[in-house]
């Protein structure tokens, strides 16, 4: 048997506290556009699968007729559907309870004893709630890029962004494809996008004031908002008409806000809000925030690696909408759920939570269900153009 020192046997460490080396993902843009994790969904489906009745407003105006003429028989308005199907994510984390009996709490002083490990189990809690957030903000993204697909890992379904390699099951959200690249929606297919953001001499007041006149159009509300990460946007600020129309002698920026706290974060979100004078109906929202996707290694270095580590917004695309409104919202799927044999068998809607004990040894696993995404309504209310090209 080896020999231990005196101060190997009988040294205690004093414990500090408990440390996080990086900080959990925000929620920034789902909850601005009310689809986040916390946000009561506005539909709610028996089942997964739900239809929407379309039935769209008219922007003709009525037939003239002459005097004593009867009047000119129209068609009725066309009615139309529109199918979507929630997808489902299920989790359980196996918590054996010898393994935390009489452990010392996370962070709390030698001597001190957490019977059953509820400290433990707390904040293996709290992870499975960050990761639904954390979907929630992948989600609402992709839902404006177009959607979202999944790598396939036994009976694992990893969500990706659409157009992996080897990802399966794409649920498109079905936006417009002449809403994405540089927008080829101007004269003759012309692209509005016609150049580069990089460029300082991009014109890109007449970019904005095109797409408005093409959008009212298409959509109808006015675009309000640009979300993109700092690569992307911080070439604005060397935007020499941006400069001359807010006045040379003037900062280039009317307001730049930082961020409101993120109930899922101990510090606010990465980025600012920005309002250019150039474009004072326009606010610039520098998004940086990141994800890891399925797949990966939990490990510290692993999770801050940077081949691992994704933008939710790439380098060299913006997202562009209107101020939040109904063009999206939340929908909840409902599936019968018994999440051990002591209960009886409900209907669970949107997320839901259990547990299921087990012996031998005795054992508690932690339940984590949802069904239900975020759904782009109207299709052509948002774009996703590549603002950097060259």
């Not at 709610?44 to 039935?55: A, H, K, S």
Request: with cysteine.
């Amino acid at each position: 048997m080896p020999g231990f020192s005196l101060d190997q046997l009988t040294q205690v460490p004093h414990v500090m506290g408990v440390i996080a080396e990086y900080n959990a993902v925000g929620s920034t843009i789902s909850r601005y556009y009310n689809i986040g994790m916390n946000t009561i969904p506005s539909q709610t489906i028996l089942g997964r699968t739900g239809v929407y009745d379309v039935f769209n407003p008219t922007r003709s105006m009525p037939v003239g007729r002459a005097p004593m003429a009867g009047p000119s028989r129209v068609a009725r308005r066309p009615i139309g559907q529109k199918m979507i199907t929630t997808p489902r994510y299920y989790e359980a984390v196996e918590i054996e309870y010898e393994r935390v009996y009489r452990n010392r709490p996370l962070g709390g002083r030698y001597g001190t004893v957490d019977a059953m490990g509820q400290n433990y189990i707390a904040r293996q809690l709290k992870v499975e709630l960050d990761k639904f957030a954390i979907l929630h903000e992948f989600t609402a993204i992709s839902m404006f890029r177009g959607g979202w697909a999944y790598l396939a890992s036994g009976e694992d379904l990893y969500p990706v962004p659409l157009g992996t390699a080897d990802a399966i099951y794409p649920h498109e959200t079905l936006v417009d494809t002449s809403h994405n690249a540089q927008i080829p929606l101007g004269p003759g297919s012309a692209n509005i996008i016609d150049q580069s953001w990089d460029d300082p001499d991009t014109m890109i007041i007449q970019q904005f004031l095109a797409l408005d006149k093409v959008h009212a159009a298409r959509h109808g509300a006015p675009l309000r908002h640009v979300w993109g990460n700092g690569t992307t946007i911080g070439h604005l600020f060397n935007n020499l008409q941006l400069q001359r129309v807010g006045g040379t002698s003037f900062r280039i920026f009317d307001s730049m806000t930082d961020r409101e706290l993120d109930p899922n974060q101990k510090y606010p979100d990465t980025g600012v809000d920005v309002v250019f004078r150039g474009l004072p109906h326009i606010r610039f929202h520098i998004y940086n925030q990141v994800y890891i996707p399925g797949l990966v290694s939990n490990s510290f270095a692993a999770q801050i690696d940077s081949t691992n580590v994704k933008y939710f917004i790439p380098d060299g695309e913006v997202i562009i909408t209107p101020a939040p409104g109904d063009y999206c919202e939340v929908v909840a799927g409902t599936e019968p759920v018994q999440f051990n044999l002591l209960e009886a068998v409900r209907m669970a809607s949107g997320f839901a939570y259990g547990r299921e004990w087990a012996i031998d040894p005795p054992r508690v696993d932690l339940k984590f269900l949802y069904n239900g995404c975020p759904v782009l309504t109207q299709p052509r209310a948002t774009y996703n153009p590549t603002v950097i090209f060259v």
